[in-house]
């Protein structure tokens, strides 16, 4: 034979060898269509989602995704299951861990044509499981939304907007790689990476036996003595907060500084360690960093290990449901962290401390564009707050209008005709028996509510960013006072951060411009993305994981299926 006609016989070979394959394929499809046709089909028995596969599969032509050459492709199905098993939002004990497990050790046995179709169809349900559990998690939504009902009906307005991911599942389902098509659906920003591992942080901690409650005690603090001081420092120390320090440098406070107090065993001595430990964890969860250990200190350290998994696992969640685009430069104001954080070029750069609406009057969560800044604003006052409190206020004092600088106007126009509020009798809009009939607004000033500036992003909330007269708030560690709006503590710095990507802002105009009263309307010809968040747990710059307090009660009313 010579080399051409050996070349030819393997061409040839190959030939064969592919259209026997291909053959395989369309005998596999036409079993699948023949057994999802039969009623009741016998290949779905006992394997969930039987109204997603059958709508799948015919959409596909019946095409396979597991089996290759007549059997499944173990090497596509182990990929899968290991992904599963190394995911760590996934419970051991839940349902897609433990049907994984017992995929995995069905595929090491030989199997009949139906058996192998059946393992197709529990390896594209597990599939299409794992898939949605990645990109949309596990919490309550409708639930939720039912809260949110009933507490309106209370006049609390609260407001939770979700952003779906753009990515389809059944356009993943057909993608040859699982861990590349895994990876790509992942939140890439909003600390989504950093919580999770702050979660294996947890899960370690538990798996070395977490930490036990502490007893009811009264305060402590340095210089505190006792055996439940020597409980908080083992419960510091499993929490990772309390690092051992030079113990000699500890000074006694006057008052405890007896003469048997070098007595007292080291250990159960509050001591200058114990201190930095307490205010470690303190900061860690929000609180005040006094080293005072009192009752919101103690209510913290007494949260399981099992409490903060659950907290971090709600939180990851949260994230899946934020917008997932990519933005050279964002702003992010995280509620229960009374925090902004400017973000260019995935570097947070600038941080500012906020003031945001109060139990009463939550901040909606949702995203949008900053799209023009005003100088000097007008305040036009809600007809909400008008009702609730100024009304009331003037029922109390007819001077109270005056002494707050507020104008009523014909209409919401800043130069429609001011108008004499005297001779209204204010007691017939406080019991609704007539409607108010002005507009009030308070013009710009120095008590003015919305300060000086005031940055819009135009929404249905009508909320926004603004100044404030009321700058002593910002020393507080708790900051929700205001009416849905943002408070922002220095709204100069991000005028000028806004004006470096904005060169139709002229800043030294701008400041010219504010050190008067004469309003003036600041376009941004490049938008920028504002996300108002909710999230009570994420990982700071020292590799720690912080808690926030569930300023609206979210993480109570929010439940999770676990998986």
Not at 201 to 207: A, F, W
Not at 270 to 288: S, Y
Not at 433 to 461: D, E, H, S, V
Not at 518 to 534: A, F, G
Request: proline content about 4%; overall charge positive; charged content about 30%.
């Amino acid at each position: 034979m010579t080399t051409i006609q050996k070349i030819l016989f393997f061409l040839l070979l190959a030939t064969l060898s592919s259209n026997a394959t291909i053959n395989n394929d369309i005998n596999t499809s036409k079993e699948l269509k023949l057994a999802f046709i039969k009623t009741p089909s016998k290949l779905l028995k006992n394997i969930p989602q039987k109204r997603f596969l059958k709508r799948f599969y015919r959409k596909h032509n019946y095409q396979t995704l597991w089996i290759k050459d007549n059997k499944i492709n173990k090497k596509r199905a182990d990929e899968l299951i290991r992904l599963i098993q190394n995911d760590p939002t996934l419970s051991k004990e839940g349902v897609l861990h433990t049907t994984a497990i017992q995929l995995k050790k069905t595929l090491e046995t030989n199997a009949s044509e139906e058996q192998i179709l059946r393992r197709e169809l529990k390896l594209t349900s597990l599939y299409n499981i794992f898939l949605s559990h990645t990109l949309y998690g596990e919490i309550r939504w409708k639930q939720f939304k039912y809260k949110l009902l009933a507490l309106k009906k209370r006049r609390i307005n609260g407001s939770w907007i979700k952003y779906k991911a753009p990515q389809k599942i059944n356009n993943l389902l057909l993608q040859s790689d699982i861990n590349q098509t895994i990876q790509s659906i992942i939140p890439k920003h909003f600390g989504y990476q950093s919580l999770i591992r702050g979660l294996k942080k947890l899960e370690k901690i538990k798996s070395n036996g977490g930490w036990d409650k502490l007893p009811p005690f009264k305060s402590l603090k340095l210089g505190s003595g006792g055996d439940i001081v020597k409980k908080l420092r083992t419960r510091l120390i499993k929490s990772g907060d309390y690092i051992v320090c030079d113990e000699n440098k500890t000074v006694l406070p006057k008052e405890n500084n007896e003469s048997d107090a070098p007595h007292i065993n080291k250990e159960a001595l509050f001591d200058e360690c114990l201190d930095k430990a307490v205010r470690k964890f303190q900061k860690r969860h929000g609180l005040a960093v006094d080293g005072v250990v009192g009752r919101g200190t103690q209510k913290a350290l007494n949260l399981s290990v099992d409490d903060k998994i659950r907290k971090v696992l709600l939180n990851i969640d949260r994230i899946k449901w934020l917008p997932r685009e990519d933005k050279k430069r964002y702003i992010v104001v995280n509620l229960p962290e009374f925090m902004l954080h400017y973000i260019e070029d995935n570097q947070t750069t600038q941080e500012l401390r906020v003031i945001v609406g109060d139990k009463r009057h939550p901040t909606p969560i949702f995203s949008d564009y900053i799209s023009y800044i005003v100088l000097n604003p007008y305040w036009k006052i809600p007809e909400g707050i008008v009702r609730r409190e100024v009304i009331p206020h003037m029922v109390r004092d007819r001077r109270y209008l005056r002494k707050q600088g507020i104008e009523a106007h014909r209409t919401w126009d800043e130069n429609s005709r001011i108008m004499n509020t005297s001779f209204l009798y204010w007691e017939d809009y406080l019991y609704g028996r007539a409607k108010f009939p002005y507009r009030l607004m308070q013009p710009p000033g120095p008590r003015n509510a919305l300060g000086k500036i005031k940055f819009k992003f135009p929404n249905r909330f009508s909320v926004y960013l603004h100044d404030t007269p009321t700058r002593h708030l910002f020393k507080k560690s708790f900051r929700a006072y205001s009416h849905g709006c943002v408070r922002l503590s220095q709204p100069e710095k991000l005028l000028e951060t806004i004006a470096e990507f904005n060169k139709k802002i002229n800043i030294r105009k701008a400041k010219k411009i504010l050190k008067g009263k004469r309003k003036k309307q600041l376009n941004m010809s490049d938008k920028l993305r504002i996300h108002l968040i909710y999230i009570t747990a994420g990982m700071n710059s020292n590799g720690e994981l912080e808690f926030r307090q569930d300023l609206y009660n979210y993480d109570k009313y929010q439940k999770r299926i676990v998986r």
